[in-house]
């Protein structure tokens, strides 16, 4: 190569340098698909409006980037139907070179951490096969032999089930609950799944995540984000195992269930009783301080729906320019229109549309190409998102 010809070939990449300083060097279509909640009809009828799969659910998306900004679990019936969907679109997008982002949602952890207050019946039974009856009656009889083991230790009258006391627990533990937790638990498929995905991720000058990023929070990177959520969920994951192998409490009991147990114990520890299991009891109960947990926290912020615009942009920006991007991509809180909303100039765009016939809202998708944003909603054309003349987004 003469003289000349690397000469050149520099001008061009310090041009490319300052067009990605300036956010117009774009990364290629990027779609972001907010909250699922089990909708699994109107997810796969999203995909088709933005063209990135066929009718048979194949992949024709090409090089594009998919963003899912979680949860996709809980509340709808079809939870596991748009997962399976979602893992099947990971290999079959990139094999055409795109890919597929899954990110974590707040139900998503409270799924992982056996809070099931969202989690509907329907749900279980997708997961019920033709020995769930036979699980059922097995389990109730591992969970009272639990319970008299639990009443001795603390000193308290063995537990007498009646029927009626079989029958309610029996309707508390549907068909497919058993199989629902093993899926779920960490070396279940879907358990194990989940915990390799991420909470933020970022293409281009574009963050994304679930509920948003707190200008309170220490956390100053998208690896330190993810590296803190990933190891509170493996420490939960620790903790619970531990717990349940000392019997403090049983593996299948939900969250509330569980930190019942673990208060008794509590109170056990303190009245004289056995304390090896203190810290770890302890540990359990303090479980509100995990970042995946906090109101501030990446998965359960609202800030970016709730702040007033004035107040709030300039520690926006102070945000911005911590993660050194131009916006941020968030679900988690369903926007007043239903439809995708540029907050603080464009800064913020609010993609939860209730997509849940439940939120009264409708699928939509934002796409991002070469600085371009538009919002897709089925049945409609595509709808440029723009400032004005005045510089306001809408």
Known sequence: ?????????????????????TGQLSAGRTVAVGDIHGAYD??????????????????????????????????????????????????????????????LGNHETMVMMGDLR???????????????????????????KFKKQRAS?????????????????????????????????????????????DAVTQVGEVIFLHGGLSPASPLKSIKEINDRVHREIAQLDDIW????KRNVIWQYM??????????????????????????????????GTLNIVLPDGP????????????????KLDQVLKKFKIRHVVVGHTVSTSRRITPRYDGRVFMIDTGMLAYFQ???????????????FYVGEDPKPLMANADGKWQ
């Open 1 to 21: 190569m003469n003289r000349s010809a690397r000469m050149v070939r520099v001008l061009v990449w310090l041009l490319v340098l300052s067009l990605a300083g």
């Open 42 to 103: 109107q997810f796969v009828s999203i995909l088709q409006t933005a063209g990135l799969i066929d009718k048979d659910k194949n992949w024709t998306g090409g090089k594009t980037v998919l963003v899912q900004t979680g949860d996709v679990l809980d509340r709808g019936p079809q939870s596991r139907n748009a997962l399976d969907l979602i893992m099947d679109l990971t290999e079959k997008a990139a094999r055409q070179e795109g890919e597929v982002r899954s990110l």
């Open 118 to 144: 969202y989690v509907p019946l329907e749900e279980y039974s997708n997961f019920a096969t033709a020995d769930s009856e036979q699980v059922r009656q097995a389990e109730f009889e591992n969970y009272a």
């Open 153 to 197: 230790k603390l000193r308290q009258p063995a537990p007498a089930w009646t029927e009626t006391d079989k029958k309610a627990w029996l309707a508390a533990h549907p068909p497919g609950y058993f199989e629902f937790r093993q899926a779920f638990a960490p070396k279940g498929k879907y358990g194990a799944w989940l915990r390799n995905r």
């Open 241 to 244: 195992a531990q717990l349940a």
């Open 254 to 287: 939900n969250m509330e269930e569980a930190r019942a147990e673990a208060r008794a114990e509590f109170a056990a520890i303190q009245s004289g009783g056995d304390n090896g299991a203190a810290s770890l009891v302890q540990a359990f109960l303090n479980l």
């Open 299 to 314: 998965l359960w912020y609202r800030g970016y729906a709730q702040e007033p615009d004035t107040e709030f942009t300039p």
């Open 361 to 375: 809202g409708r699928p939509s998708a934002l796409e991002i190409n070469d600085g371009h944003f538009k919002a």
